[in-house]
């Protein structure tokens, strides 16, 4: 089992260890605990007490000894919530201070496959009258996966966000389920035009993103640079093909 999500929740390496052996033995004092994780009594006694403290497991005495228990697996989705909450409670202090940082940033560089998925989200949820792309080819849609290509879209829609898209003959088959779909027009240009790159117009944004072993992007944000790429869209519009 992969357990590197539970340190991405922010729990520690230990605290895993002891929360997985205690779902194994169902309830055990700190002893058998100790004896199967291999950790030092003192950072299983830690282990446990955060565990208490973020509501993860649960003990009973007996005597003078404490019972450990953990609690259901299902707990963790409301240890999420409350992390989300807490995280929502300083959000609009958080974008204030961005937005204090970034008044004279025009553009920025988004390195691998989580940059360039932070690229699209920024798109599809920024306010435009529409989402125009080009470029892609067969390689850039299988090297962020045919699904996640439709859930962006699906986004995009939810958003009422209308897009044009360009794209080489070699995604035609791997795009049927998005080809027809509400708020979304597609065109297709012969095979030569395929590409490692895709070029994404939305608002004031342009983002150059290529998806190749070290993806990156850049993105821009500028009027006129803008203004520059909707008119070569335009043209590459004109001679496509549905």
């Known amino acids: 089992m992969d357990t590197n999500i539970f340190e991405e929740l922010g729990l520690t390496n230990a605290e895993v260890k002891v929360y997985i052996q205690l779902l194994k033995l169902g309830s055990s004092h700190a002893g058998p605990i100790i004896e199967k994780t291999n950790l030092q009594t003192s950072v299983v006694h830690r282990a446990l007490n955060t565990l208490i403290d973020k509501g993860l497991i649960n003990y009973i005495l007996e005597g003078k000894i404490k019972i450990y228990q953990a609690t259901e697996p299902e707990t963790f989705l409301d240890f999420i919530d409350e992390k989300k909450r807490k995280f929502n409670e300083i959000l609009p202090d958080l974008k204030k201070e961005q937005l204090s940082a970034k008044k004279g940033e025009v553009a920025t560089i988004y390195k691998g496959k989580k940059g360039l998925k932070e690229i699209y989200y920024?798109?599809?949820?920024?306010?435009?009258?529409?989402?125009?792309?080009?470029?892609?080819?067969?390689?850039?849609?299988?090297?962020?996966?045919?699904?996640?290509?439709?859930?962006?879209?699906?986004?995009?829609?939810?958003?009422?966000?209308?897009?044009?898209?360009?794209?080489?003959?070699?995604?035609?088959?791997?795009?049927?389920?998005?080809?027809?779909?509400?708020?979304?027009?597609?065109?297709?240009?012969?095979?030569?035009?395929?590409?490692?790159?895709?070029?994404?117009?939305?608002?004031?944004y342009v983002a150059t993103n290529v998806f190749t072993e070290n993806a990156y992007g850049f993105l821009i944000k500028d009027s006129k640079v803008a203004e520059g790429y909707k008119k070569y869209f335009e043209l590459l519009w004109k001679i496509a093909k549905k």
């Open 122 to 204: 920024k798109l599809i949820n920024a306010k435009s009258k529409e989402y125009l792309t080009f470029g892609g080819g067969e390689q850039v849609a299988e090297f962020m996966g045919v699904s996640w290509w439709r859930n962006l879209h699906s986004k995009r829609r939810a958003n009422k966000l209308p897009s044009r898209q360009i794209f080489d003959k070699t995604v035609k088959p791997l795009g049927k389920k998005i080809i027809g779909m509400p708020l979304t027009k597609v065109k297709f240009l012969p095979h030569e035009f395929a590409q490692f790159q895709e070029t994404v117009i939305v608002g004031d």
